[in-house]
């Protein structure tokens, strides 16, 4: 389970957080805090990867008769980071979406810093965000925050708020990945979050089920939109294993068992 919703900010008086936590009955993901403040998007990120996640993603979405996330959602959060970040590439911080088993959204979770400069990771930091929303548990309904105050320093930045159409084109291919688990009788709903690249230089997705599992089968999964590679751990149950392949055979992924998540 990712545990990314609601907005919660990050104790101040502590200089790290761990990455992903293995708990008896889930899997946890936090969001890093970095120890220096956040490089600049246009000092990390590599346009030619950008490109190539830009065409992965307009592959991985042709034939899909309507988009995971309509079109005048997309323009409505890249207006809400127009309207308030006062940062250059307005970056988004944290994103993540969770699926219903036919494939529809259940839940966005997005938060977009907005203060123009960059906060180390020291106590008693603050910084601005607007937020973005949608539980279809309360009506369905996008709900858009502007500008705030939260406490913590700023995380990193994953990608531009111009670069969000490409993002939400990428879930296509997890959407075919959720139907796809449902078909192979995996009765969990899926949670993808963007995180950077081990090189930053652009976003992987990591990617789980969102609900508790006892004991925990599916650990953390890893997707590259663009080689279509999806890296996890080995799963213990062979019938799960099975199961898992054949979901990622169908979505057109190539999976790859790694030894520990260190080689995502």
């Not at 079109?71 to 590439?89: F, G, M, P, T, Y």
């Not at 075919?176 to 976003?203: C, M, R």
Request: neutral net charge; proline residues 6%.
């Amino acid at each position: 389970m990712i545990t990314s919703r609601p907005y919660t900010p990050v104790m101040k008086h502590f200089r790290f957080v761990i990455v992903a936590i293995c708990l008896p009955v889930s899997i946890a993901f936090a969001y890093e805090v970095p120890s220096i403040a956040p490089k600049a998007l246009k000092e990390t990120q590599d346009p030619a990867q950008v490109q190539a996640h830009a065409e992965s993603a307009k592959r991985s979405a042709q034939g899909d008769a309507s988009p995971v996330v309509p079109d005048d959602w997309v323009k409505q959060i890249q207006d809400l980071a127009k309207k308030n970040s006062h940062r250059e590439s307005m970056p988004v911080e944290r994103c993540t979406f969770i699926f219903k088993k036919d494939g529809t959204l259940a839940h966005i979770d997005m938060v977009i810093p907005t203060n123009a400069t960059r906060t180390p990771n020291e106590a008693d930091q603050d910084h601005n965000i607007c937020t973005v929303e949608l539980d279809a548990k309360k009506g369905g309904k996008l709900k858009l925050s502007d500008e705030k105050k939260v406490e913590g320093p700023d995380l990193r930045e994953i990608f531009a708020i111009d670069q969000l159409p490409i993002v939400c084109q990428e879930l296509s291919a997890l959407r075919k990945f959720q139907k796809a688990f449902a078909a192979n009788e995996l009765k969990y709903t899926l949670e993808a979050g963007v995180i950077l690249a081990p090189d930053e230089k652009s976003w992987v997705w990591q990617v789980g089920p969102s609900e508790e599992q006892t004991p925990n089968i599916i650990y953390g999964m890893y997707y590259y939109p663009i080689t279509g590679e999806l890296r996890s751990t080995s799963i213990e149950n062979s019938k799960v294993k099975q199961k898992v392949e054949a979901a990622a055979k169908a979505a057109g992924f190539h999976i790859t068992w790694v030894k520990s998540m260190e080689e995502r």
